[in-house]
């Protein structure tokens, strides 16, 4: 199993930066992606960025440009650095993390950091 846990969220103006970290802990050596996600307020969750284990990364078109996705070697941290936010930034972000352990797929959460853009 995988434990995740966030660090990172708070508040800051528009056009502020973060830097979101989270911490991945067990048999990350199942891990083929660590990513994360957000979920505002009455929406649903969406993805923000990934990287996989091969290094290749992925974006939301909404942070293009703005946020960049980073790990360790190790697969055992992931970050979101969060440059030129927006007040529509504000959500809970959610560290996750994709593993295939036994011919099986999870998705495991980690318990999600507030992010709050005030304009």
């Known amino acids: 199993q995988v434990h995740l846990v966030e660090s990172g969220g708070g508040l800051v103006e528009a056009g502020g930066s973060l830097r979101l970290s989270c911490a991945a802990s067990?048999?990350?050596?199942?891990?083929?992606?660590l990513g994360w996600y957000r979920q505002a307020p009455g929406k649903e969750r969406e993805l923000v960025a990934s990287?996989?284990?091969?290094?290749?990364?992925n974006y939301a078109a909404t942070v293009l440009g703005r946020f960049t996705v980073s790990r360790d070697v190790a697969m055992t941290a992931v970050y979101l650095q969060m440059d030129s936010l927006k007040p529509e930034d504000t959500a809970v972000y959610y560290c996750?993390?994709?593993?295939?352990?036994?011919?099986?797929?999870?998705?495991?959460w980690g318990q999600g950091t507030q992010v709050t853009v005030s304009s």
């Open positions: 996750n993390a994709d593993i295939v352990a036994s011919g099986a797929f999870l998705r495991v």
């Open positions: 067990g048999s990350t050596s199942s891990a083929i992606r």
């Open positions: 990287i996989g284990r091969g290094g290749v990364k």
